[in-house]
Each structure stands twice: as C-alpha cells, then as structure tokens.
C-alpha cells in the first residue's frame, strides 16, 4: 500500500468536488497547481497565469482554478493574480486556498507543479501535465551529477513511460502550457489514454493501512531485542 493512495481513499466524487466549490456541473475546468514553496510560485505561477489567459481566450468559457497551499502566506497567489490581471483583478482566474484534493478531483485537466502532487492527481484521475524550474546551478548539477532517470514526476516513473506532457526549465512558459492543456481539456480520447494509465498505477498502490502494515513489520523486530 501507499500512503499517498491510502490517504485518497475517501476522497469526493468529480460531482461532488464541483457541488462543493460552487462549480456547474457541466463546465469545463484547467486546474493549476503552482506548489507550495515561496520558490515554485516564483518560478511556475507567471506561466500559469499566462497560460489560463491563453485558455479563456481559446474557450472563453473554461473555468480556471488556481492552487493556494495552506503553507504559503495567505494571500500569496491571490495577490499576484490580481497583479496579473491588472483592470481584471483577479476575475480571470479563481484562487482556492487549500481544498487541494478537491479542486484536482473538480477539474478537467491540470498543470502540477513536480512532486507528491503530481502523483494525487494521478490517483484522483485528473489528466495532467508537469511542470518542473529551478535556478540554473540547481538544474545543472541535477543533470548531470545528482539524477539519473527518466523522468522527473512519480506518475511518468510509475508507468515507465511519458504518459503526462513534462515541460522543463525554459520550456515552461505559458503557451507550452496552455498547448499541453488545451488537447486534455477538449479531446476525450487524450483524456482517457492517461486515465486508463492512471488505473493501473491506482490498483498497484493501493492496499490495506500502509501504517499499520509497516508498524506490524517493526514491532516484531523492536520486541526481539538487539
């Protein structure tokens, strides 16, 4: 079992994700999800922003939600989407803060940011594309000293192949972003390729209590002594 999987067990339905933040149920939904350090909201925020623009003026009618993450200040992406959308404010996008499994759950498709999160979105079935900046000396000795695989998000791992669009470092830019969504919003068929892919990884991490199974591991060993 996995964490991240048992952790998602409970989560609520694509109709009652909507229901719960207000959504038409038949409205078409680009979530992003910017991540939850002062750092990725630097780098990823901006190309979102630009990207949801380039959505809504494609489809005006998508919906688009942006990721506030509770460890982040409050205010600290609702602000800059206001900044952004300067006589806008901030109508061009909607900033929900936390509520991060349902916002995922109530979308069509999302930009997420490299890490766990990409992984939730696998499990909760929502088609998505990875995003992935740093500073240049980071990606550099990332490159070439310190990572040797594939790919950089635990969806694409776990399948073994690309199944989410990876855009990385200069590549992340808001109309790479918008044209990696854009098929995922509008085409079922593309929807469902990553989806059936997501099923797989879905039954093969989840289990019993994942806790329970590795303390029922460790107790043994603890009671045994030296």
């Known amino acids: 079992g996995s964490p991240v999987a048992?952790?998602?067990r409970d989560a609520p339905s694509k109709e009652a994700a909507r229901a719960a933040l207000g959504l038409p149920a038949e409205a078409r939904v680009a979530a992003?999800?910017?991540?939850?350090?002062?750092?990725?909201i630097d780098r990823l925020l901006g190309p979102m922003l630009d990207a949801a623009r380039l959505l809504k003026?494609?489809?005006p009618g998508t919906l688009c939600l942006v990721s506030e993450a509770e460890a982040l200040p409050?205010?600290?992406?609702?602000?800059?989407?206001?900044?952004?959308?300067?006589?806008?404010?901030?109508?061009?996008?909607?900033v929900v803060r936390g509520?991060?499994?349902?916002?995922?759950?109530?979308?069509?498709?999302a930009a997420v940011a490299s890490g766990t999160a990409t992984l939730e979105t696998a499990l909760l079935d929502t088609p998505l594309t990875v995003l992935y900046a740093s500073d240049f000396l980071t990606s550099l000795l990332a490159k070439y000293f310190l990572v040797q695989v594939d790919y950089m998000s635990l969806v694409n791992l776990l399948a073994g192949r690309e199944?989410?669009?990876?855009?990385?470092?200069?590549?992340?830019r808001g109309g790479r972003i918008a044209g990696a969504l854009h098929p995922l919003l509008e085409d079922e068929e593309a929807r469902g390729r990553q989806i059936r892919v997501?099923?797989?990884i879905r039954a093969a991490l989840e289990g019993g209590n994942p806790y329970g199974r590795a303390a029922s591991r460790i107790r043994p060993l603890l009671e045994g002594g030296p």
């Open 163 to 172: 199944v989410a669009p990876e855009l990385y470092q200069r590549q992340v």
């Open 99 to 109: 509520r991060q499994h349902e916002l995922i759950r109530a979308a069509d498709a």
């Open 198 to 200: 997501f099923e797989k």
């Open 32 to 40: 992003f999800l910017p991540g939850s350090r002062s750092r990725e």
């Open 57 to 59: 003026e494609r489809s």
């Open 6 to 8: 048992y952790g998602l």
């Open 74 to 94: 409050e205010g600290a992406v609702r602000e800059r989407a206001e900044r952004a959308g300067g006589g806008e404010g901030a109508d061009f996008v909607r």
